[in-house]
C-alpha cells in the first residue's frame, strides 16, 4: 500500500501519482507459475490486484482472471496470457493499475510517491534521486540513490532532517548535519 507524507504525519493511502483515476504501479511481473500463464507478482500492491480489476501491462489492458497465493507474494493470471511462454515474455515489466479515489491533501502535504524520483540537495549541493520510501521501525525514510556513488542516504521524514519539499520542481533540500554528514 502507498502512503502520504505530511510535514507532521505519514498516512498510509494506495498509489503512486496525485491524480485520481491515474495508472499506479501495482507490481511487477515475477517469474511464471504452473504451465497455464500465472506468474508470482514481485513488489505487489495486492490492494490493487483484485480478481476481475484491470491492468495494463506491456501496454495493452488486461482482466486478472486468477488470483491465488498471499497478499506478500500473489500470483495472477491475465485474460490473454493462457500459457508459461505468454507469462515468461511479461516477466519483468509493470503491472499497472487503477488506484482507487483519493482524501484531498491538507497543505504542506505531499503523497509519498511524488517525492519517489524527486532529486535531494544539502543547500545547493546536488546529493542524489529519491529511490523509494522504507518505513524502517522507527520512522518512514526517504531511501536516496547518491549521485556521486557510494552508500544509499537514508533520510527520516521529519522535520529536522527535511528542511523543504517543491514537489512541483522534483526537488527536497535537507540537512545533511542533522543526519551526522559533513555538508
Known amino acids: 500500500m502507498g502512503s502520504a507524507w505530511s510535514s507532521t504525519s505519514w498516512t498510509s493511502l494506495a498509489g503512486e501519482f496525485s491524480a485520481p483515476g491515474s495508472w499506479t504501479v501495482a507490481g511487477i511481473v515475477g517469474r511464471p507459475h504452473g504451465l497455464d500463464g500465472s506468474f508470482y507478482v514481485g513488489l ?17 489492458e488486461r482482466e486478472i482472471v486468477r488470483r491465488a497465493g498471499t497478499q506478500a507474494r500473489p500470483i495472477l493470471r491475465l485474460a490473454g496470457c493462457e500459457d508459461r511462454d505468454g507469462a515468461e515474455a511479461l516477466r519483468g515489466q509493470e503491472l499497472r493499475a487503477s488506484p482507487p479515489a483519493r482524501t484531498p491533501l491538507g497543505p504542506d502535504e505531499w503523497w509519498a510517491e511524488e517525492l519517489e524520483g524527486a ?49 512541483s520542481a522534483r526537488r527536497i533540500d535537507i540537512d545533511l548535519r542533522f543526519l551526522g554528514e559533513a555538508s
Do not use: M, N, Y
Not at 505487489?44 to 495493452?60: C, I, K, P, W
Not at 546529493?127 to 556521486?148: D, F, H, M, N, Y
Open 44 to 60: 505487489a500492491d495486492a490492494e490493487l490486484l483484485a480478481l476481475g480489476a484491470t491492468v495494463t501491462v506491456g501496454g495493452l
Open 119 to 167: 532529486r535531494v540537495f544539502d543547500g545547493e549541493r546536488e546529493l542524489g534521486i529519491v529511490r523509494r520510501l522504507l518505513a524502517l521501525p522507527s520512522c518512514e525514510c526517504l531511501e536516496v540513490a547518491r549521485t556521486q556513488g557510494g552508500a544509499d542516504l537514508l533520510v527520516p521524514l521529519v522535520r529536522d532532517a527535511i528542511r523543504t519539499v517543491d514537489v
